[in-house]
């Protein structure tokens, strides 16, 4: 279903029904479209109450549904005021779940250990526990670009070069949350894996943001693999499977930069399953990829993202050892003026009277 839909939106799949298909989600995304407007308009124009928070806020966002590389960014920016030696906490919708840490929680929880992660609906109620209760210092909001009620010191923005205008329509006959005019909201617009467009591709991406938003930053980044790792903790290096053939699976927003990832890294992929955005494996998902995995050649490498690893939560499926990649964001342009920017956001709280606990 989840692939069928994303051939269905880019136009790939071809006759009557199709077209039919499509011109009822175009017709529902005008009325989504209608929604958005009002709801940025009454923020726009102080009919909405938006609630400051009295620390500083990062929120880190994006235009479209799907992985554009939220969470090793959040990671980044919370390690960053980590290294200042301020105290942060991470706030989520928690999307993906109706119980406990989803996913994104998951991993920012294995890789920052002593960052707290808050989850729920109201993130105002979650910006003041922690700072009352955690004695937060900075706050950086996860998936925040949409969730204006509460006041930011920074908007970060990520545009996926792979797919930047989410098919050139809103939700759901496209994958755009919100019209790419809003993007002038941003101060700072973080184009992600670069690394997997062309030339072409980038510049194309670069005049647009910058006629769209002409006073933001512009930074570039890549999804570096940082390692392969397991349930367990164990760690390989990255090109470990190089030359390998590997059977992959994942359930995340944008499967397609996980498989043009792992072709990077010079593994010959010759099975490919996905699931859902925030697929939650259930026992009969796990039996089913055992199957699967029994199937694949004797020499073929099991593996996933990281994401997907800490739901499954297991060594092996089968008799077959169970890899994930883990990655990390690089910044390849625009670093210096990224972190001046981060910086400055802490110096102008403590300048208004927020300063450190």
Known sequence: MHENFHALIRGERKGPWPTIQRFGLWMLSLLYGVGVRLRNGAFDRGWRTVEAAPVPVISVGNLTAGGTGKTPCVESIARFYRGLDRRVAILSRGYGTTAGANDEALVLEQNLPDVPHLQGTDRAVLARTAVEELESEVLVLDDGFQHRRLRRD??????????PWGHGYLLPRGLLREPVSELRRAQVVVLTRTDLATSAELDSIRSRVKHMAPGALLVETMH?????QNAA?????????????????????????????????????????????????????????????????????????????????????????????????????????????????????????????
């Open 233 to 357: 903790g164990v760690e390989q290096a990255a090109q470990t499977l190089r030359g390998r053939t590997v059977a992959a699976f994942c359930g995340i927003g944008n499967p397609e930069g996980f498989r043009r990832t792992l072709e990077q890294l010079g593994a010959d992929v010759a099975a490919w399953r996905t699931f859902p955005d925030h697929h939650a494996y259930t026992r009969n998902d796990i039996e089913e990829l055992r199957r699967w995995a029994r199937q694949q050649p004797a020499d073929a490498a099991l593996v996933t993202t990281q994401k997907d690893l800490v739901k499954i939560n297991l060594d092996r499926l089968g008799d077959r050892e169970l890899w994930a990649l883990r990655i990390r964001l690089r910044i390849t342009a625009g670093r210096e003026a990224f972190e001046a920017k981060l910086h400055d956001v802490v110096m102008n709280g403590e300048r208004r009277g927020v300063s450190p606990t």
């Open 154 to 163: 920074l908007d970060v923005v990520l545009i996926d070069a792979t797919n």
């Open 224 to 228: 570096e693999p940082a390692a392969w």
